[in-house]
């Protein structure tokens, strides 16, 4: 399913508009990644959490130069609720 695809759902259960129904698709989506990028959590009660965590710098070589590059840093997570674990089953 795309974004497009959601929208398109999430208008006709709501009765709203499909150009409404986007707006509020990507004020979701952009209040999400403001939260994340500020290190905050995010928890959609029945859905799961989005988190940012940090992983352990690590050093690898990039494939086209052979140059060491260091990676790592701070990835985002998201952890299922027990109410999405059991719907997707």
């Given at each position: ?53 940090r992983?352990k ?10 140059q ?22």
């Open positions: 399913m795309t974004k497009a695809d959601l929208v398109v759902r999430m208008a006709q259960a709501a009765g709203w508009p499909k150009a409404a129904t986007e707006r509020a698709v990507r004020a979701m989506l952009a209040g999400v990644r403001a939260s994340l990028k500020r290190g905050d959590s995010v928890t959609l009660v029945g859905f799961g959490t989005f988190s940012v965590a992983r710098p690590r050093t690898t070589k990039n494939p086209r130069t052979g060491s590059v260091t990676v790592g840093g701070r990835v985002p997570r998201f952890k299922p609720s027990k109410e999405l674990k059991q719907a997707v089953r």
